[in-house]
């Protein structure tokens, strides 16, 4: 493609290949480093500020919850650039527009539906999953919390994986 005379490629495409490699697998490295270290920080605070049963009610069912919730969008947000990275590839941009705006009304949407599922019915949830009764009531305010700020994480989630899918930006030459 030619820009005011300018060549702009796509550099994933060219040179060594285990640069190109180390050039999206750091960025993901690092996504899940700060993720767990968010966990970690989490897990130290309120352990010490707010004491051991509201440590178990973040770090027992209620998380084990969040991370399958976490892991399916992953997923999905994984399969929806494998889509998006086939389109872009084959340089077919009305599929590329049109995949990213679904990908992304699909967090939006997704998010709110599991947003409002979350909230109604996290206490079912831990009680199917045989939460103890000292940390029931804490438990679903954790998830209900967390259910609060879901769609904001699966745009990110989508967003990032979005990005990953088109690769570093052009370079002009």
Do not use: C
Request: aromatic letters at 10%; charged letters at 15%; zero cysteines.
């Amino acid at each position: 493609m030619k820009t005011e005379g300018r060549q702009i490629s796509n550099q994933i495409t060219e040179g060594v290949i285990w640069k190109q490699l180390l050039f999206f697998f750091f960025p993901i490295l690092f996504g899940t480093f700060f993720q767990q270290l968010y966990n970690t920080t989490d897990a130290v605070i309120v352990g010490k500020f707010v004491g051991k049963e509201a440590l178990a009610a973040v770090g027992g069912p209620a998380s084990t919850l969040i991370n399958l919730l976490i892991g399916f969008f992953t997923g999905l947000s994984s399969g929806a650039t494998v889509i998006l990275a086939q389109y872009y590839g084959a340089k077919k941009q009305d599929d590329v527009r049109r995949t990213v705006h679904t990908a992304m009304a699909l967090s939006i949407a997704g998010g709110a539906a599991i947003m409002v599922l979350g909230i109604l019915f996290s206490g079912m949830a831990l009680r199917a999953m045989n939460t103890p009764e000292e940390i029931l009531s804490m438990s679903a305010v954790y998830m209900r919390v967390y259910f609060l700020g879901v769609i904001p994480s699966l745009i990110y989630n989508m967003g990032s994986g979005i990005l990953r899918a088109l690769g570093p930006a052009p370079r002009t030459r």
